[in-house]
């Protein structure tokens, strides 16, 4: 696993793995994974937990599912540099600051169809 994943739950260790693998090269754009029971075992972790990790890593946009044929690394994946972990106190910050700004969107809104 990733050097550096110490503290993190087993889907994220998954996760940084292969965003680790796809980041450097080990998995290129278009490749097909492996079955889903394959990466558990390769992992060592259980099958929901490897499903977890791949579902984080679809909403990422590092890969993606094709129904019934597999799932591949997409063909732009994120640039190499987000394969780093995010700070969840950062991620924290920024959802309240995008709340605070729908928001004041709303009020602008309900303002102008007001006047």
Known sequence: MATGSAGL??????AAAIRSAIADGRLSPGERLP?????????????????????VLQDEGW?????AVGVYV???PPPADAAEPVDPRA???????????VR????????????
């Open 91 to 101: 991620l924290r910050r920024t959802v309240v600051e995008l709340q605070a700004e």
């Open 74 to 76: 997409s063909d732009n």
């Open 35 to 55: 079955g889903n029971r394959t990466l558990a075992d390769q992992h060592d972790v259980s099958l929901p937990t490897l499903q977890k990790a791949v579902g």
């Open 9 to 14: 739950a087993a889907y994220e260790r998954v």
């Open 63 to 67: 890969l993606v599912a094709r129904a």
């Open 104 to 115: 004041s969107l709303r009020q602008r809104v309900e303002h102008l169809e007001q006047g």
